[in-house]
Every structure is written in C-alpha cells, then in structure tokens.
C-alpha cells in the first residue's frame, strides 16, 4: 500500500478528475463551517485539500503529517502565487500518521524567527521551501560539476581527513591519536598536498568534492567545516588551466541557473584589482573605479593631505545632494574601520565646491579639480589618504561597495564572473619578521622573476589565479612548483630550517624527487558558489546544518564536554585554571 501516487508540486491539469493520494506537512488550515481546507507540503511544493462536512476527518493542526485520498479538480478560484494554485483535491479519505507540538517558528518562506531559533530548530528550518531551493542548487551544482569533469577525463579520489598537521592559512582542528600518545591528527585544511602526489602518482586529472576544516574566525561567508570543488591536472599549462576552469563554470551556470557565461572570462591582474577597485575581490556589476588622486591633492594648501604618500578618489556621478552630514558620517565610520581617521569629501554643484576639502579649493585648483575628474553638476568626490598603500585602497574600496548599496548601483539579475592573477608570491609579516607565502609555498613564481628569490622576493609575482564572482572569491589556485631545487628555495626564503623542512614536508620533498610533472589546479568554495547561484548573502542558508558565528551547533550541543574516561584514553588533562579564566 502506497503512501502517494504523486507528489504534491507535480500535479498539473492533467490529472483533473483523478484519483490521487498525497502525503506531507499541514501547512496552513482553514475551517469555514461546512468547508475545511488545508494546504498540504512535501518537498515538491504545496496542493490544495478540500474536505467536506460529510468527510471523515481527524484532529487536524498545523504540521501534523496526514495522507489524503481524493479527486483533483479545478478550483474556481485560482491561487496565482502558488504553482498548483489552479486545483485543489477533494478529499475521500483523510488519515492522520502524526501529531507535531505547536513550532517555534512559522514554517514558510517568510518566518519571524529569530536566527538562534532556527539554528536551535534547524531540522524544522529546513522544511521552508526557500531553504530546501537552495540546498536543491547546491546538489544541483555538484552533479553539474561531476558531469563536465568525468566527460573531461578527470577522477574522483578520496583523500585522507586525518592529516599531518603543516603549516597553512589557519589554524589546524587537531585531533589526538589513543594509540600513538602525544601524537595528533589534523583535520585537513584542504587537500592540497596530496593532490599534488596524485599528480606525481600520474593520475593527471583528478577531482573532489572534498571536506575541508579550519579553526578561524567565523563571518557570514565563513563556516569551520566547508566543502571545496577541489580539481588538479598535470601536463597542462597556465593557458590551458584557466580555460578549461571557464568552460567549468560555464557548463554549472547553464546547467543551474539557464544563464549563458560568456567566454572567455576578463581578467585582471592582483595590483590593478587594487588600484581600480581597492580589493582582490572586485564586484564590476557597477562603475566607482578609484582613481589616484595625488597630483591634484597634494597642490590643496593642507598640511594633513601633504604629508600622506597616497592619496586615492572615487567620483559618484550626479548624486552629490545625497551624500548629507549623516551619510558622509557612515562612509567615515568603514574608514575607522579599516585604520584610517576619516575620508575627505567634496561635491560640486553650480559649478561651486563644498564639503571637508572645499576650503582649500583655489580659484586656479578649482578648473583643475573639474577637468581632471570631469566634474558634472551634483557630482561628488570621496578621498582617501594615508601611509600605507594597501590600506588607503582598501578602505575606499570598501567604502564603494557601501555607497553602491546605497544607491543600488547593483544590478542584482546580473553576474560579474573574473579572473584576478598575477598575486605576489610573498608577503612581509612585520609582526615575525619574515616572509610568509602569500597564498602556499608550492605556488609558482614567474620563471622571470626566479632571480629575485636572492635579491628581493618582495618584488616576486606567482602563478597564482583566483575566479571572484559578484566581489567574493569563489575559488583560488596556481601553478605548482614542480622542481626540487626551486621548491627548497621557497622554504629558504620563508625562514625554514632544513629541520622544519623535514619535519613537515619531508615526504613530500622526497616525492618530488621521481620525476615529478608540471601541474596546477584551483579550489572551489561549494558553499560560497551557491550562495551567489541562489542569492543569498549567509553561508549557513546553503548548508544544512551550520554552526553559528562562535562555531557552536545551537541543535546538538557541539562542541560539548567530554568525560574524563574519554580524555584518560586520549592522555589529555584539561588546564582548570585556565578554564575558570
């Protein structure tokens, strides 16, 4: 005996006059005297139920699970908003399976929780449709994925989740080993290394959709435990890399969201990214480029613009009534927060400056402030100025994206997909004193700059590309360095003793030695991809079960205490002291 013959969402004209059995959630109820309806869910969507007063029925609330056998018919009047809307069945027969307790929440797309509840609820979250849409997406995206890479010619291989714990961009999960004491596990960051010893194992082309697991501080598009699109290939080069990453994409946005990638993809290099848009990660759904503004400004009769070494403008064309005390005031707030005091400001309206900057304005700087800019009337101007280059940029870089929101600049139906390349290889800790790899140390400098290794490996670009789509870094890799010697140059430069060497990457600078291929690969964040596919702005909207911005599970109770058994078996002593602090 069948619990259905159709699901709810599928039912369409054609089975006017049909006899169907549904099964799902009570939605909503309605009882209007002689008449009860009531909206039935399951996954597929929602289907109308009419009982009559001469109908058997049972105790019905909201959420409580039924099965309902009755005659499809039209509805004479049609419900536009829903799929279904246009039929209705006419119950037969009506059996409860069972009872639910009121919810804490309303269990539709638009619910008044608040975000502890649903997480602490999650498994009564995941009944809205718009969250099940958006899980729907992202098994959407891996099948997509799997399609394009197995006709490719890759492999899908399993890599170990209990590493060695190396040096990377995060602290290490570490998890004890019961039978090797004072020995521990890490949880693995990625699967870098190991793709790279599939490469010398000659697989060639491998991919996986693989765990990944970081102690880091959370945010909106951060979780401890993520899921990467992890791909490697050997024998191909840069060229050949970054295409057929492009016809990747092109295949998930056409196979998910109907929408036509165009080909080949812009890129831009690391040092323009910054200096047009102040970020790695540039959004071009919209204009606001930062232009250098130190040959103007530094003309103005202020002491405080003189002394600053960079000076950067951004022109907001024909909005300048907006920018009043109150939202100038919020622009300098995403300056503090960023290490500066504040930004500048000038608007230009008939042909006449105000703002912070405007006393400075000369008869002979005004004409030069308006050709320079190409000034029209109500255009504005933000600046900002400092010590350090990278940090002025940023700041007016995170001020345009604030004031393209605010002035939904954004075309939210459109997609900027881009490649940003050409990233330093290393980057100077100030706090260490030392170099530090900007993104891994197997990353592949550019064979022309190789000499500066010696001389300034400040100076060194990499082989190391990122694809940002709509201003968030959906995916980053390189080119691998392939060679032993240059690889132990790498360490050398990054302060590594030939002990540390051994004792981290022994294994895998022994592999290099047999022969290893030239090779390269990138890392998709799953999570993040499907955020932008699915519009939201939350990675915990397209993970099942997330943790919250603490890194706690508000559902089960992770992480939670163990017993003392538990940590006499693992050799491990808990510090009271400093637990009490």
Known sequence: MKYRTIENGLITNEHIGQEVKVIGWVARKRDLGSLTFIDLRDRSGIIQILINEDTPKP???????????????????????????????????????????????????????????????RYLDLRRPVLQNKLITRAKIAKATRTFLDEAGFIEIETPILTKSTPGGARDYLIPSRLNPGTFYALAQSPQIYKQLLMIGGLEKYYQIAKCFRDEDLRADRQPDFTQIDIET??????????INEKLLQFIFKEVKGYDLALPLPRITYEEALLKYGSDKPDLRF???????????????????????????????DNGDFFTRRIVDELNMVAKQHGLN????????????????????????HQELVETFNLKDNDFLLISFGQNKRQTLTSLGAARLKVAAMLNLVDKNAYSVLWVDSFPLFSYDEERG?????????????????????????????????????????????????????????????????KEIEQKFGFFIEALKYGTPPHGGIAYGLDRLTMILTGT????????????????????GEPNIVSDFQLKELYIKIDKEREEK
């Open 59 to 121: 105790e019905i609330r909201n959420e409580y699970v039924i099965n309902v056998t009755g005659i499809v018919t039209k509805k004479a009047d049609p419900n536009p908003a829903l799929k279904t809307g246009h039929l209705e069945i006419v119950a037969r027969e009506v059996v409860l399976l069972n009872k639910a307790k009121n919810p804490p929440l309303i269990i539709a797309d638009e619910t008044d929780a608040l975000e502890d509840v649903r997480l602490k609820y």
């Open 234 to 243: 050997s024998f191909m080069t840069y060229e050949e890399v970054l295409a």
């Open 287 to 317: 204009g606001l480029e930062i232009s250098d503004a130190k040959s103007v400004f530094t003309k103005f009769d202020a002491p405080f613009l003189n002394e600053e070494p960079y000076i950067y403008a951004i022109k907001v064309s």
């Open 342 to 365: 504040s930004f500048a400001n000038l608007k230009y309206s008939n042909d006449t400056f105000s703002g912070s900057l405007a006393k400075f304005v000369t008869k002979e700087l």
């Open 434 to 498: 030392n170099y530090v790899s900007e993104h891994h140390p197997f990353t592949m400098p550019f064979e022309e700059h190789i000499s500066k290794l010696k001389t300034n490996p400040g100076e060194i670009l990499s082989y190391a590309y990122d694809i940002v789509i709509n201003g968030y870094e959906v995916g980053g890799g390189s080119m691998r360095i392939f060679d032993q010697d240059l690889q132990h140059q790498i360490f050398n430069v990054l302060g590594m003793t030939e």
């Open 537 to 556: 702005h939350d990675i915990r909207d397209v993970i099942a079960f997330p943790k919250n911005l603490r890194g706690n599970s508000l559902m089960s």
